[in-house]
């Protein structure tokens, strides 16, 4: 097994499993199980046998990865402490009390929002779902097209036409004062800074959007 430039020489039953075998490579290296990349002729598969995928005796194993150390030593300390302090920070206020999202919240209820109707879950109505706001305080309706497998998010100066399955999550807080109403995030990139926040969504739609975008279901 070579991994890291090391080579270690390993004997070990033909008859175990690709996991067996990453078992042995984590007590060698350190290694996680989860965190290998073990080739012989192509990634090796977890649920055979090493005799099913015809290793010999004298085969060479490459592992790739890194240990967990080795992953946090990449983040500087500095960006570490900032990152934690940050995490802190967010899980003391609640979102409806942050600065960005205080913005749109002061400007207080749209005049034309849905009406809500609180402990009850509804399926997603027919219509767009209007009358609320962007982060930059614009009105903005969501419109779900179920048949194209899409989300459409419109403003007044646009449409945005996402396919669900671009969207990578979605969370929801209910906003304090107004707990028939909640806020809402589409994640459409790898970071937070890809949120594309809604306020003022009636709370009877938020487990019906959630599972929408996220495919928990599907619509007859």
């Not at 965190?35 to 010999?56: A, N, S």
């Not at 906003?175 to 926040?197: C, K, R, V």
Request: hydrophobic share 35%; aromatic share 8%.
């Amino acid at each position: 097994v070579i991994w890291n430039k090391n080579k270690y020489d390993v004997k070990f039953c033909l008859d175990s499993t690709g996991a067996e075998l990453k078992q042995k490579i984590h007590s060698l290296t350190g290694l996680p199980p989860a965190m290998q990349k073990v080739m012989f002729k192509g990634l090796l598969p977890e649920e055979k046998t090493l005799r099913e995928i015809k290793v010999t005796n004298g085969a060479k194993i490459m592992v790739v990865g890194s240990t967990i150390n080795d992953v946090l030593a990449v983040n500087t300390p500095k960006e570490a402490a900032q990152q934690e302090v940050k995490a802190e920070e967010n899980k003391k206020e609640p979102l409806c009390r942050q600065k960005q999202h205080r913005k749109v919240l002061d400007k207080g209820k749209p005049d034309d929002v849905m009406p809500s109707v609180k402990g009850v879950q509804e399926r997603l109505p027919t219509v767009p779902l209007s009358g609320m706001y962007n982060k930059s305080g614009g009105k903005v309706r969501l419109t779900f097209k179920l048949e194209q497998d899409q989300l459409w998010i419109g403003t007044k100066e646009r449409t945005e036409k996402l396919p669900m399955g671009s969207i990578k999550n979605v969370v929801s807080e209910p906003i304090e004062g107004h707990e028939d109403y909640h806020m809402m995030a589409f994640q459409l990139g790898p970071t937070e800074a890809s949120y594309y926040w809604v306020y003022w969504v009636p709370t009877q739609y938020v487990d019906a959007i959630k599972d929408t975008v996220l495919g928990k279901w599907q619509y007859f």
